[in-house]
Structures are given as structure tokens and as C-alpha cells.
């Protein structure tokens, strides 16, 4: 597992970029949830493997007490958990108020979270969840079958989680409270996935008939809502009732939004933060060379893992990319090779799908497009000649330096073979709004990094809207030319068999490379950067029956803050 750097220990350097960080608020079912397996490095070891060791873990048992300051990379729209758009930051802070049903562990498997219990039929057309007896909001309310059962209702009814439930027709408590009864129109093995994300993050009633929901959030997790000052910072405070013996240990957590790269590592290395998340090339070497001479700080990165791909998304709602011809054109256009050199260091591997090479699930020889530029200039010749106009499109970046790298190395690639892109630079709230509602052309884009390629099923498979409507398949692919993944997909979710679930991502990634409507570029790892007086941040434990510690959890960026604790500076 990578846990960090052992203080003295070298640590190959990694470099990498978090393309449109912001923009992957839209994945609410799709959080940074990626696990870490171990790994050895040394002289000849592909740049951004790291040599790691367990740090701070040895720390002595957790104390309580303390504040800790925590820099994000990005705000969230708000805390709803039906309403708002988390993205990875937004996790952090959610899971701080609230309780997901079910969370990830080690193993890579769903487990019982505020659920007690997680169980199904026969043929997965009816799963059972098990309320957690004695656990109440932080308004005093309970946490009963009837709560659950509002959330949940809630979240099938809103525009913007709905279709994350489309399986689901009905959630009935039973008559004794002790159980919520799920009702399918089709078969959902892997049901208790969305219920590890923002969909399965119980909100009080009261939120309900709240009109200002969003910025008061009232939760069961272990700490309290105080007070949120919009793209600056927001305050919680532990939870003295939490249900959870022993947690949390700190009594407060201020979250402040530090966007700027820099800005942030001033913050870190200035004392005003004690952790912080990180997708900045240059940070990431510069904390990493100084983790390795540096006792007070340590990083944490899974650069193994499935991380999340960046790509392009093509809006087949409009022109040019509802012609097949233009995104073609466009995917045999650009170099990911130099791309990943010239953008991400060589760090970020090219990908050709929603499945690295070292997947168990990766499909070889899928028919991706490989870069060819006298195809790509063959196909746009073709379709200058179709509409008599040259293809061209504007691709939406942030206004960062990052961003506008990658744009311009992917402009200056497409106009060597006859294609114009405008780069385009919006603010990622306005990005995102654009997204949902189909208002753009082409767009960066980062997803596929969860444990389940079923749990970011909406997105790419879900049904599509028209430009204007809330769509979380936002891509807007026709109904009728993602047939074939939508029903690749639905058979994968009729099993827990492994092998008979890879055999339907095989046709999911053979379709995709078909359709093109997303555009694969690289895959992405993130990390998290703290100092030596905070613990717990990687080691922690999902609940077991009674509350107390069980299995243990998942090693992710945007960690459970129930189990993080300061140690005073020496």
C-alpha cells in the first residue's frame, strides 16, 4: 500500500496534472475512490512510481482534540445531497456531515456503512437495508427506516440524481422499521455501489422543506455543519452524539477553497493548512523531493491504481459532433503519446477506454482509434467536403495555466492534420452548468477512476436529453447508438460473477470505440500533501454492528475525516 514517505527515504519523482478538476464535480456517483496496492521502486522504475512506506502509523493510539485546517482544490455548488454537484473535494466535506449507506474497503468491496446490513435475492430484483438502530441527525432526529426511505425517494425523484436510480421503482420500510425493502424493474447487482457515493448520503427530513437545503446542511456524519462563506472556507464541529465509539477525534475542521495551485502550497508550507489535495505537476515534485529530506512533511499517492481518465467529451447533440465523421477525425488527430510527455511529464499513461491496460477488465485490441494524422486529415477533408466548411469546434478549459497546456498542446496536434479548435476558457462552475444542460461543443473531462465501471453507469449509458434539459449523460449520445452498452451494461448487472461481467465490458469498450463520443487522453492519479502531526488519514475502519471498528476501509484522496487526529508539534 502507499501510505506516504518514510522520512530520509528517496522517492521518485511524479509529475502529473488534474485536467479540469473542477469540471468532475458532475461525477456524484463517480467520487476519488481509487485503492492503493504495494509497490517497489528503485533506479530504472518508470517515472511516478514511488518507493513508500507506512508513515506516522506508528504513532501511538489516537488522541483527541484539535482543529484542523484543510486546503481543497474546488468549491462545491452546494450540500445537498440530492441537489448539489460533488466532485472529489465536495466528498470530503459531504462525508464529513453525512453518512453514506455503504462505503468501500480495502478489498475493493462494498460494504455496510450507516447501513447495518446489505442483502438481495436471489436474481437482484429486491435488496434489503438494514437500519442502524439508535443513530440519530444532528437536528436529534432519528435515523429511521422513514429517513432513509426520504432520501432515497428524494434522490429518484430529483433531475439531477434520478436516473442514477432508473432500476429502482420503490423504497418501503418495513412494518417493524427494522429494514427498507428495494423494489427493481431489472436485475442491480451491484445496487449497494451507488449507495457508497453521494446517492446513498443520508440528509434529515428538516433539509427537506428547508428552501436554503443547500447551505445548511444537517446530517448524521461525524461532525456538525457551522458555517460555509462560499469559494473561501466552511466550518464543522464534532458531533458529541456520533454513533460511531470513540469518533471523531478532532473537535473542528475548518475546509478552506484554495483553487490556485501555488496559493495552496503557500498555505501548507506557511502553517495556515496541515493537508491538502493536489493535481499540480510541479507541486508534486517539489513534495515529494521534500518528503523524502523532510521529517514534518508526508504525501500520499496511488499512482498503481485505476486512476480516472481524462478525456474529451463530444456534445453529439450538435454539430460537428453529431456526424460520426468529426469524431473520428479528432480521435485519430491526437497524439496521446506526446500529449502525456509534452502536458503531464510522461507521467499520465495515454488510454484508449474506461479501462487502463493493467485492468482485469481491459479489453485488448478494442478497435480504439490509434493516432494516425493522415487518416485524421483524410477524415476532415472528407467532411470539409460533406458540409463545405472545415471542422471546427471550441473545447472548454478552466482558466488555469494547467489547463490551458493541455488545450493548446491538443490545438496545436489538430491543426497539423486540418481541424481548428478555439480554446475556450470558463469558470468551472460555469463549465459544469454548461455541461449538464448540453451548452457546448467539447469539454475536458475526468471520470472512470471508481472501483466499478457500474457505478459511472449513468453517465455513459443512462439515457439522453435534449440540449437544455439536466443530463447527466452529458455527452448526449442517441438513445439508439448506445443501445449495444446500455444492454452490455444492464447484463452486467444480472450477475456477481466476475468473469461473466468482463465478458459485458468487453462490448461496453468495443461500442465506445465505435461511438467516440468521449475522447480518451490519459489517466490521471491524485494525491493528498500533510504534515507529520496528522494521522489516521489513510488508516481507518469501516463500522462494524454495534459501532465500533471493522474491517478496514479504503485508502483514498478524499478520506473519511471521522478518523484523522493531530499529534502536538514536538
Same mark, same amino acid.
Not at 522520512?7 to 502529473?16: C, E, F, I, N, T
Not at 429511521?144 to 420503490?170: C, M, Q, R
Given at each position: 500500500?502507499?501510505?506516504?514517505?518514510r522520512?530520509?527515504?528517496?522517492?521518485?519523482?511524479?509529475?502529473?496534472?488534474?485536467?479540469?478538476?473542477?469540471?468532475?464535480?458532475?461525477?456524484?456517483v463517480?467520487?476519488?475512490?481509487?485503492?492503493s496496492?504495494?509497490?517497489?521502486?528503485g533506479?530504472?522504475?518508470?517515472?511516478?512510481?514511488?518507493?513508500?512506506?507506512?508513515?506516522?502509523?506508528?504513532?501511538?493510539?489516537?488522541?483527541?482534540?484539535?482543529?484542523?485546517?484543510?486546503?481543497?482544490?474546488?468549491?462545491?455548488?452546494?450540500?445537498?445531497?440530492s441537489?448539489s454537484?460533488?466532485?472529489?473535494?465536495?466528498?470530503?466535506?459531504?462525508?464529513?456531515?453525512?453518512?453514506?449507506?455503504?462505503?468501500?474497503?480495502?478489498?475493493g468491496?462494498?460494504?455496510?456503512?450507516?447501513?447495518?446490513?446489505?442483502?438481495?435475492?436471489?436474481?437482484?430484483?429486491?435488496?434489503?437495508?438494514?437500519?442502524?438502530?439508535?443513530?440519530?441527525?444532528?437536528?436529534?432526529?432519528?435515523?429511521?427506516?422513514?429517513?432513509?426511505?426520504?432520501?432515497?425517494?428524494?434522490?429518484?425523484e430529483?433531475?439531477?440524481?434520478?436516473?442514477?436510480?432508473?432500476f429502482?421503482d420503490?423504497?418501503?420500510?418495513?412494518?417493524?422499521?427494522t429494514?427498507?425493502?428495494?423494489?427493481?424493474?431489472?436485475p442491480?447487482?451491484?445496487?449497494p455501489?451507488?449507495l457508497?457515493a453521494?446517492?446513498?448520503a443520508? =440528509?434529515?427530513?428538516?433539509?427537506?422543506t428547508d428552501?436554503?437545503?443547500k447551505?445548511?446542511?444537517?446530517?448524521?456524519? /461525524?461532525?456538525?455543519?457551522?458555517?460555509?462563506?462560499?469559494?473561501?472556507?466552511?466550518?464543522?464541529?464534532k458531533?458529541?452524539d456520533?454513533?460511531?465509539?470513540?469518533?471523531?477525534?478532532?473537535?473542528a475542521?475548518t475546509?478552506?477553497?484554495?483553487?490556485?495551485?501555488?496559493a495552496?502550497?503557500?498555505?501548507?508550507d506557511?502553517?495556515?493548512?496541515?493537508i491538502?489535495?493536489?493535481?499540480?505537476?510541479?507541486?508534486?515534485i517539489?513534495?515529494?523531493?521534500r518528503?523524502?529530506?523532510?521529517?514534518?512533511?508526508?504525501?500520499?499517492?496511488?499512482?498503481?491504481?485505476?486512476?480516472?481518465?481524462?478525456?474529451?467529451a463530444?456534445n453529439?447533440?450538435?454539430?460537428?459532433?453529431?456526424?460520426?465523421?468529426?469524431?473520428?477525425?479528432?480521435?485519430?488527430?491526437?497524439?496521446?503519446?506526446?500529449?502525456s510527455?509534452?502536458?503531464?511529464?510522461?507521467?499520465?499513461?495515454?488510454?484508449?477506454?474506461?479501462?487502463?491496460?493493467?485492468?482485469?477488465n481491459? =479489453?485488448?485490441d478494442?478497435?480504439?482509434?490509434?493516432?494516425d494524422?493522415?487518416?485524421?486529415?483524410?477524415?476532415?477533408?472528407?467532411?470539409?467536403?460533406?458540409?463545405g466548411?472545415?471542422?471546427?469546434?471550441?473545447?472548454?478549459?478552466?482558466?488555469?495555466?494547467?489547463?490551458?497546456?493541455?488545450?493548446?498542446?491538443?490545438q496545436?496536434?489538430?491543426?497539423?492534420?486540418g481541424?481548428d479548435?478555439?480554446v475556450?476558457?470558463?469558470?468551472s462552475?460555469?463549465?459544469?452548468?454548461?455541461?449538464?444542460?448540453?451548452?457546448?461543443?467539447?469539454?475536458?473531462?475526468?471520470?472512470?477512476?471508481?472501483?466499478?465501471?457500474d457505478?459511472?453507469?449513468?453517465f455513459?449509458?443512462?439515457?439522453?436529453?435534449?440540449?437544455?434539459?439536466?443530463?447527466?449523460?452529458?455527452t448526449?449520445?442517441?438513445?439508439?447508438?448506445?443501445?449495444?452498452?446500455?444492454?452490455?451494461?444492464?447484463?452486467?448487472?444480472?450477475?456477481?460473477? /466476475?468473469?461473466?461481467?468482463?465478458?459485458?465490458?468487453?462490448i461496453?469498450?468495443q461500442?465506445?470505440?465505435?461511438?467516440?463520443?468521449?475522447?480518451?487522453?490519459?489517466?490521471?492519479?491524485?494525491a493528498?500533501?500533510?504534515?507529520?502531526?496528522?494521522?489516521?488519514?489513510?488508516?481507518?475502519?469501516?463500522?462494524?454492528e454495534?459501532?465500533?471498528?471493522?474491517?478496514?476501509?479504503?485508502?483514498?484522496?478524499?478520506?473519511?475525516t =471521522?478518523?484523522?487526529w493531530?499529534?502536538?508539534?514536538?
Amino acid at each position: 500500500m502507499n501510505v506516504g514517505a518514510r522520512p530520509k527515504q528517496g522517492l521518485r519523482k511524479g509529475s502529473w496534472v488534474i485536467v479540469l478538476a473542477a469540471v468532475s464535480a458532475l461525477a456524484l456517483v463517480a467520487s476519488a475512490c481509487q485503492s492503493s496496492e504495494p509497490t517497489e521502486s528503485g533506479t530504472g522504475s518508470p517515472p511516478g512510481t514511488f518507493s513508500t512506506s507506512d508513515v506516522n502509523e506508528d504513532a501511538g493510539p489516537p488522541q483527541s482534540g484539535g482543529a484542523l485546517a484543510f486546503g481543497l482544490a474546488a468549491e462545491t455548488d452546494g450540500w445537498s445531497p440530492s441537489d448539489s454537484r460533488w466532485g472529489g473535494s465536495g466528498y470530503i466535506v459531504g462525508f464529513s456531515i453525512f453518512d453514506p449507506l455503504a462505503a468501500y474497503g480495502d478489498d475493493g468491496e462494498v460494504h455496510p456503512y450507516l447501513a447495518s446490513s446489505l442483502e438481495h435475492n436471489a436474481d437482484f430484483t429486491e435488496w434489503t437495508i438494514g437500519v442502524r438502530p439508535g443513530v440519530t441527525f444532528h437536528d436529534g432526529t432519528p435515523v429511521d427506516a422513514a429517513a432513509i426511505v426520504a432520501t432515497l425517494t428524494t434522490n429518484k425523484e430529483s433531475p439531477l440524481t434520478g436516473s442514477v436510480f432508473s432500476f429502482a421503482d420503490s423504497f418501503v420500510a418495513s412494518d417493524d422499521g427494522t429494514e427498507i425493502v428495494v423494489a427493481m424493474n431489472k436485475p442491480w447487482s451491484t445496487f449497494p455501489e451507488v449507495l457508497t457515493a453521494q446517492t446513498g448520503a443520508i =440528509a434529515a427530513p428538516s433539509m427537506f422543506t428547508d428552501p436554503d437545503a443547500k447551505a445548511n446542511p444537517v446530517g448524521s456524519g /461525524p461532525f456538525e455543519f457551522q458555517s460555509w462563506q462560499q469559494n473561501n472556507e466552511l466550518k464543522v464541529t464534532k458531533n458529541p452524539d456520533y454513533w460511531r465509539t470513540g469518533l471523531p477525534y478532532l473537535d473542528a475542521i475548518t475546509f478552506k477553497v484554495v483553487s490556485d495551485n501555488t496559493a495552496r502550497g503557500a498555505s501548507f508550507d506557511s502553517g495556515s493548512i496541515e493537508i491538502f489535495e493536489t493535481g499540480d505537476a510541479s507541486q508534486i515534485i517539489d513534495y515529494t523531493d521534500r518528503a523524502a529530506q523532510d521529517d514534518t512533511i508526508q504525501i500520499f499517492t496511488n499512482p498503481n491504481a485505476e486512476g480516472a481518465k481524462i478525456f474529451l467529451a463530444l456534445n453529439m447533440a450538435q454539430a460537428p459532433f453529431d456526424d460520426l465523421l468529426a469524431r473520428q477525425a479528432v480521435a485519430y488527430g491526437i497524439d496521446t503519446h506526446a500529449l502525456s510527455e509534452q502536458a503531464f511529464s510522461g507521467i499520465f499513461p495515454p488510454v484508449d477506454g474506461v479501462f487502463s491496460e493493467n485492468s482485469p477488465n481491459y =479489453a485488448p485490441d478494442h478497435g480504439y482509434p490509434q493516432f494516425d494524422p493522415d487518416k485524421a486529415r483524410a477524415l476532415a477533408q472528407e467532411y470539409e467536403t460533406k458540409y463545405g466548411k472545415p471542422l471546427s469546434f471550441t473545447g472548454t478549459v478552466l482558466p488555469t495555466p494547467e489547463s490551458q497546456q493541455i488545450g493548446q498542446v491538443i490545438q496545436q496536434q489538430l491543426r497539423e492534420v486540418g481541424i481548428d479548435m478555439a480554446v475556450q476558457s470558463k469558470e468551472s462552475a460555469t463549465i459544469i452548468a454548461d455541461t449538464v444542460l448540453g451548452n457546448y461543443e467539447s469539454t475536458g473531462f475526468i471520470l472512470f477512476g471508481s472501483p466499478s465501471l457500474d457505478r459511472e453507469y449513468v453517465f455513459f449509458a443512462g439515457p439522453a436529453k435534449p440540449i437544455g434539459s439536466l443530463s447527466l449523460n452529458f455527452t448526449r449520445i442517441p438513445d439508439d447508438q448506445n443501445a449495444a452498452v446500455r444492454e452490455a451494461m444492464d447484463k452486467a448487472r444480472t450477475t456477481d460473477d /466476475p468473469a461473466l461481467k468482463k465478458e459485458q465490458y468487453a462490448i461496453v469498450q468495443q461500442e465506445m470505440s465505435k461511438n467516440l463520443n468521449m475522447v480518451f487522453l490519459v489517466q490521471m492519479t491524485s494525491a493528498l500533501v500533510f504534515t507529520d502531526q496528522v494521522h489516521g488519514v489513510l488508516r481507518w475502519n469501516l463500522p462494524n454492528e454495534t459501532g465500533g471498528d471493522g474491517p478496514a476501509g479504503l485508502p483514498s484522496v478524499a478520506p473519511f475525516t =471521522a478518523s484523522i487526529w493531530m499529534s502536538p508539534r514536538s
